[in-house]
């Protein structure tokens, strides 16, 4: 089993930065992909990107690209959403997931992955 804590969320400014972390337990951090996603109220989760097991391979979904950034550190079983540029169709509770992979590479938008955070919530203001 595999336990996951989002942190970082809040207020914001369109127009500003967060960096939201997940950090991850129970289970040796290097064999998992890493996603994150994003529910916003009223509409269905949403494929925000995903990040390899060794952190060399990233996906990122069309609206974030060039303003969102995924890193990893293994050594701190922490994964990481560097947000910058936020707007506030970027309001969202935001949720990391694991995916127990056997092959080094970033899970795709429809992949099923097998564990949840609960959620940051990220508000940005226009």
């Known amino acids: 089993q595999v336990q996951l804590v989002e942190s970082g969320g809040g207020l914001v400014q369109a127009g500003g930065s967060l960096r939201l972390s997940c950090a991850a337990s129970?289970?040796?951090?290097?064999?998992?992909?890493m996603g994150w996603f994003r529910q916003a109220p009223g509409k269905e989760r949403e494929f925000v990107g995903s990040?390899?097991?060794?952190?060399?391979?990233?996906n990122y979904e069309g609206s974030v690209k060039g303003r969102f950034t995924i890193s990893r550190d293994n050594a701190k079983n922490t994964v990481y959403l560097q947000m910058n540029s936020l707007k506030p169709e970027d309001t969202a509770v935001y949720h990391c997931?694991?995916?127990?992979?056997?092959?080094?590479?970033?899970?795709?938008?429809?992949?099923?992955?097998?564990?949840w955070g609960q959620g940051t919530q990220v508000a940005v203001s226009s």
């Open positions: 990040i390899s097991e060794s952190g060399a391979w990233i």
């Open positions: 129970g289970r040796t951090f290097s064999t998992l992909a």
């Open positions: 997931a694991a995916f127990n992979t056997y092959s080094d590479y970033a899970p795709s938008a429809n992949t099923r992955f097998h564990y």
